[in-house]
Nanobody, 128 residues
Framework: QVQLVESGGGSVQAGGSLRLSCTASGVTHTDYCMAWFRQAPGKEREGVAVLNRGVRSTYYADSVKGRFTISQDVAKNTLYLQMNSLIPEDTGMYYC?????????????????????WGQGTQVTVSS
């Protein structure tokens, strides 16, 4: 059974950095996409970064490209999201997600309904 647990959220000033972590148990021998989503108050949950776990190709939303980096430590079963140059628009709940099957390019897997497993989320607040 796949279980995802996020950590690393917090409150920072604009221009600061945070690194989110997601421990992903059960994501081992199957082809998976791993992703980070975020949801701001009153807005829909959006995919901001996607990783093909096997090929290690990536996708980034335009709003975070150049500032965020998704990566993994396979040995530790951990997914990371390094967030630099944070702006107030980055504020929201950040969720780790996984889906069974990652046949197409990571840019295809950016919708909430495409993912099978979810963590509980970690709050990120960026002050101006």
């Amino acid at each position: 059974q796949v279980q995802l647990v996020e950590s690393g959220g917090g409150s920072v000033q604009a221009g600061g950095s945070l690194r989110l972590s997601c421990t992903a148990s059960g994501v081992t021998h199957t082809d998976y996409c791993m992703a980070w989503f975020r949801q701001a108050p009153g807005k829909e949950r959006e995919g901001v970064a996607v990783l093909n776990r096997g090929v290690r190709s990536t996708y980034y939303a335009d709003s975070v490209k150049g500032r965020f980096t998704i990566s993994q430590d396979v040995a530790k079963n951990t997914l990371y999201l390094q967030m630099n140059s944070l702006i107030p628009e980055d504020t929201g709940m950040y969720y780790c997600a996984a889906r069974v099957g990652c046949t197409f390019r990571p840019s295809y897997y950016v919708l909430r309904d495409q993912y099978n497993y979810w963590g509980q989320g970690t709050q990120v607040t960026v002050s101006s």
